[in-house]
């Protein structure tokens, strides 16, 4: 059953600017306009006084650029141009970025003016991940976050009131790997900033375990092996007579 044009309609100006509808075997039905001056001028609107509804049988799909063409893909909003925009010649999606081009797979953008957050998620699935990472990275940073504007804000805060026995923060290094590494660096790196402390802890428990405890559990049987639970290193270069006092270790009970 070959492909048979049920129906055409032409321009009264151009006869070989046309829409015809086709179906071919099974009901398969094609849509198509054409003009016939090679302009790419024969679009197809479809302005209904009313839903526009597309229904596909169960299991099947709705494909947009079947064909796999360099044809962008945009939604426009009421007060976005382009608050969906997926760019076919760089694989890439955009959400409410204006007329840039998406600067990731996914880029995702918030208005000033836009009055809620940039990204909200909400997990109602008790005993599944809300959020999964896996990154094959080996040299790249997995997650950057940047906030060099902030001020009186927090770049991360973390609220768990309801903990029992597990954790508000885990770092697990398990690597094998000899090399010098930190696996945990805090670091308050400008000298001109006199009261910002670097890190503070404070626990209000009223039980007998320790605010802070630290377990350096070695296993090394070599005379090499030399163990050291806590290092301080306090180097003070600046002037260190008159009143500049240099304390290593500072115990408050008050």
């Known amino acids: 059953d070959t492909a048979n044009t049920a129906l055409t309609i032409h321009d009264d100006q151009d006869t070989g600017d046309k829409l015809t509808i086709t179906v071919a075997q099974h009901g398969a039905t094609t849509i198509a306009t054409v003009d016939d001056d090679g302009n790419d001028d024969a679009d197809l609107t479809l302005d209904a006084d009313g839903k526009i509804v597309i229904n596909a049988v169960a299991g099947d799909q709705v494909v947009f650029n079947e064909a796999g063409q360099n044809v962008d893909f945009r939604v426009e909003s009421q007060n976005q141009a382009q608050m969906v925009r997926i760019e076919a010649d760089t694989d890439r999606m955009s959400i409410c970025a204006g007329g840039a081009a998406p600067g990731g797979t996914l880029h995702v953008k918030n208005a000033n003016d836009g009055g809620v957050p940039l990204l909200l998620l909400e997990n109602e699935d008790i005993d599944k991940i809300a959020v999964d ?44 790997d000899t090399g010098t590494r930190q696996t945990v660096i805090i670091k308050q790196n400008n000298p001109s900033a006199t009261a910002a402390t670097a890190m503070k802890i404070q626990s209000d428990s ?17 005379t090499a092996d030399g163990i050291t639970g806590i290092l301080i290193d306090l180097d003070d270069t600046g002037e260190t007579g008159g009143s500049n006092t240099q304390t290593v270790v500072g115990v408050d009970t008050n």
């Open 133 to 176: 990472i896996n990154a094959a990275n080996t040299t790249a940073n997995v997650l950057d976050i940047t906030a060099d504007a902030l001020t009186t804000g927090m770049a991360l805060n973390i609220s768990a009131d309801a903990l029992t026995t597990g954790r508000a923060l885990q770092i697990d290094d398990n690597s094998s």
């Open 206 to 222: 009223n039980g007998a375990v320790p605010g802070l405890l630290v377990q350096r559990q070695a296993a090394g049987t070599a």
